[in-house]
């Protein structure tokens, strides 16, 4: 048999584009590829691309400016873009970069075998459609590419909020849930090949709606269901809307053990104004009544969130509204972006806020989320928490993994083994990581 192609992915963005490299992997495995580390010996180079912040697509650009010499020295060499630059920008991409044979959106991955086909034969492929049929039948179920006890697991796709400042309604498409029996059939798969905790995927995921037994099933529904299933000890999901935390949701917190005390629950802004102006349909304080509910059930449930400074009009007190709610919540982990005008969104029609005004902003934004960050991590010192050991850390002998708060613990002990879920006690708190030694 002739040696395998070898394939380069390089990822950039979300979870959901980590899933989607994984399955783009296994579509042109069916092809004869294999996934390569080095872009020199790669056959093709796929960019699964993010779209979300101006400097990502520029990322992409510059990256490909990068692959010349590459293409030079192998002229089989395929170069294609995938996911939402890919979506947003479709055959402008080979008209800025000439050095790209193929372009594919999220929804058409699927059809990458046929592409490849295509490109190999000496011509230009581009699929940005948003097709009709489900692209995860489509895709061959083979063994996974990647080997941990950690996996993500798609269950929904796109959003129909229309936040003003995002692209992601244009590049993922409208909301999409995929049917119970097939998230549930993918999830006993993970676990036969050693998975043990499972964090479920959505743009929105707390949307899901999903074709079950009886009718549709929320969320709540099928997280209680894939508790069911045995050798899984943890389910996560991500990424919610404070609008779609449905009362079951908020329950299971509180009541169903492998469902982790971490929750990725963005809010942009703490001002009421700012909030109706990015068309969230939520204001501040509804937001924290919601935060207060979800404690309640789950009293050590960490929080994490997303925020953006800097959106056109918002004005000194709207930051301010923004650090109180901060300081209000207190997260245990968070992300701040400066607002970047979006083409094709409405936002960025409006007159933003003078850039130095902006940074200046989230310097001090992130210096408070920073210090609570910090302030969360030096409480667990001395604390006993669970830790799901996934790979060898940075010093010798040392074992990597997460805790049920989703902080990265490291551990030198010959019994922490990847898969091994073991109760640790927090010894240290670093910049970004705890230490800790096993529990007896
Ligand atoms: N500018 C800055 N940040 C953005 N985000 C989404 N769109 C933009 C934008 N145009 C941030 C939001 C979102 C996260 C994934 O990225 O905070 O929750
Ligand atoms: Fe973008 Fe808003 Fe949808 Fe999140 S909820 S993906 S921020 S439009």
């Known amino acids: 048999m002739a040696e395998a192609r070898k394939l380069y992915i390089k990822t950039y963005g979300c979870q959901m584009n980590v899933y989607d490299s994984e399955r783009m992997a296994e579509a042109l495995g069916a092809s004869g590829y294999e996934v390569t580390d080095a872009p020199e010996q790669a056959d093709m180079i796929l960019l699964n691309t993010c779209h979300i912040r101006e400097k990502a697509a520029e990322k992409v650009y510059s990256e490909l400016g990068r692959l010349k010499p590459l293409k ?80 993500f697991l798609t269950v929904q796709e796109g959003c129909d909020k229309f936040c003003a400042f995002c692209v992601v309604p244009y590049t993922r498409g409208a909301e999409v849930s995929r049917p119970v029996e097939r998230v549930l059939r993918e999830a006993r798969d993970l676990v036969e090949r050693g998975v043990r905790e499972i964090t479920l995927l959505g743009q929105n995921v707390n949307a899901y709606h999903g074709a079950g037994a009886g009718g549709t099933w929320g969320l709540a529904r099928l997280i209680r269901e894939m508790a069911r299933i045995d050798g899984l000890e943890r389910i996560r999901f991500t990424t919610s809307h404070p609008n779609d935390m449905e009362d079951e949701l908020i329950a299971a ?38 935060v207060e509910r979800l404690r309640a059930a789950r009293p050590d449930l960490l929080l994490s969130g997303d925020f ?18 901060v300081r209000e919540v207190g997260y245990g ?7 970047s005008a979006r083409p094709g969104t409405p936002a960025a029609e409006r007159a933003g806020v003078p850039d130095e005004v902006a940074a200046e902003r989230l310097q001090r934004l992130q210096a408070l989320l920073t210090e609570q960050q910090r302030a969360v991590q ?58 800790g030694v096993m529990a007896t």
């Open 308 to 325: 953006i400074v800097g959106f056109p009009g918002e004005a000194e007190a709207d930051f301010e509204a923004t650090m109180a709610l």
């Open 253 to 290: 917190h509180g009541d169903e053990p492998k469902l982790m005390p971490y929750l990725h629950l963005p809010v942009q802004s703490g001002s009421d104004r700012i909030l109706k102006a990015m068309n969230r349909k939520h204001t501040a304080e509804q937001y924290l009544r919601l």
């Open 378 to 435: 030096q409480g667990m010192v001395g604390r006993e928490v669970s830790v799901l050991f996934e790979k060898p850390g940075r010093l010798p002998g040392q074992m990597v993994g997460k805790s049920e708060y989703l902080h990265a613990v490291h551990v030198a002990d010959p019994l922490a083994v990847p898969g091994r879920i073991a109760r640790v006690r927090i010894t240290q708190s670093g910049p970004n990581s705890l230490g």
């Open 72 to 151: 030079a020295a192998n002229p089989d060499l395929r170069i294609g873009v995938a996911g939402c630059v890919a979506q947003a920008e479709g055959e402008e991409i080979m008209r800025r970069q000439p050095l790209v044979d193929l372009v594919v959106g999220p929804q058409t991955y699927h059809r990458l075998p046929a592409m490849e086909a295509a490109v190999r034969a000496g011509e230009r492929a581009v699929d940005t459609e948003f097709p009709q049929e489900d692209k995860f039948e489509h895709l061959p179920r083979t063994p996974r590419t990647r080997r941990a006890p950690v996996a």
């Open 333 to 339: 982990q968070a992300f701040s972006f400066k607002y």
